[in-house]
């Protein structure tokens, strides 16, 4: 059934049955402004929990400012604000959060939760009323946000690192650096068209992924991102792949190199099957999307992170956890700025 048939449905209700349906409904959109208000709450409460942080200078030693009333769905709610008094600036619980001057924040709560159970955008967009490209920046602003909040906890023990490699994508721009036939690259073997995800984890499940730089790998990149992370403590699992060798002798670290034409991938407890595991879930995953801008890679590798550390949430609690997550952290990215990003290396 489309929404077509359920309009010509509910055109043939009687008016005592219409109402009926109006106020099941009501109930519903009430439940779920609520549910978004007590998030809205909590945000406030771990934003705050020193002092009226500013998000614009981060003084915190900002005071109360009146309050405001402000739109949420159908409804007014009345909103505090505040002054800084380091750089003059007022704002509120949600200014430099993604929500900050969203016309629909009353829809943010279930745009999560359809982009949690793998809607589409257009899907999504379908659903709840609004264009499907400004869910699409809704999306890079969760993730952007997410993407801040990841820490740089010290890997335990035996760590596996591996890279794995995407074409270079300019999805989406106008302004293309070379056209080339879609889904393949115009040179053979590891080259600039294409990106290098570097993975690295330990046995805890702690992972590290980001997308380092186009074309191989080099030592100079292995210091830069992975090296506050990682010790004489540890012991290094990699492929052997010569700027790996580079960089845990460099720091003195005991390194298991494992080659790809080996029979053999395995010695006792060191190996990087988990990490190859991840590299073949995570593109498995990504597959969905018929293909990202490059530009964009970071942030669905934070989703999917984000999707293994929280396996054993039920679906409200994944819902939640995103949502409140992806606002403590100030971010006052737009349209704009997400569509002039560049893909840094």
């Not at 056209?179 to 995800?197: E, F, T």
């Not at 010569?242 to 720091?251: E, I, V, W």
């Amino acid at each position: 059934m489309d929404f077509k048939d359920l309009t010509r449905l509910l055109q043939s209700l009687s008016p005592a049955e219409r109402k009926k349906v109006y106020l099941m409904l009501s109930k519903e959109f009430d439940a779920l402004e609520s549910t978004a208000s007590r998030m809205i709450e909590e945000i406030r409460e771990k934003k705050h929990k020193t002092g009226f942080t500013c998000p614009h200078c981060g003084h915190n030693k900002a005071t109360r400012n009146g309050t405001f009333q402000s739109p949420y769905g159908r409804t007014m709610v009345t909103r505090q604000r505040y002054l800084c008094k380091q750089c003059g600036k007022t704002f509120n619980d949600l200014t430099g959060t993604p929500m900050h001057r969203s016309r629909n924040k009353e829809l943010w709560v279930s745009y999560i939760e359809l982009m949690l159970e793998g809607h589409s955008l257009r899907k999504s967009a379908e659903i709840l009323g609004v264009r499907h490209e400004r869910l699409f920046y809704w999306r890079h602003k969760v993730l952007t946000a997410l993407k801040k909040m990841e820490s740089v906890t010290p890997f335990e023990g035996i760590v596996e690192m591996d890279e794995t490699y995407f074409a270079y994508s300019e999805k989406g721009s106008r302004k293309v650096e070379k056209p080339r036939k879609r889904g393949g690259v115009a040179k053979r073997g590891i080259s600039d068209q294409l990106v290098c995800v570097l993975v690295a984890q330990d046995r805890t499940k702690q992972t590290f992924s980001k997308a380092i730089c186009r074309g191989r790998i080099n030592a100079r990149h292995l210091e830069e991102h992975i090296a506050p992370r990682i010790s004489k403590q540890n012991v290094l699992c990699t492929d052997a792949w010569r700027a790996f060798t580079t960089f845990a002798s460099k720091r003195g670290i005991v390194h298991y190199r494992f080659k790809s034409t080996e029979s053999r991938r395995v010695k006792g407890v060191y190996h990087i099957q988990n990490v190859n595991n991840y590299h073949s879930l995570f593109k498995r995953w990504l597959s969905r999307f018929a293909g990202v801008a490059s530009k964009y890679m970071d942030n669905y590798l934070t989703w999917y992170k984000f999707l293994q550390e929280n396996k054993a949430l039920t679906k409200k609690e994944l819902v939640k956890s995103m949502f409140v997550a992806s606002c403590i952290p100030n971010t006052f990215e737009t349209e704009s700025s997400l569509r002039r990003a560049q893909f840094v290396a």
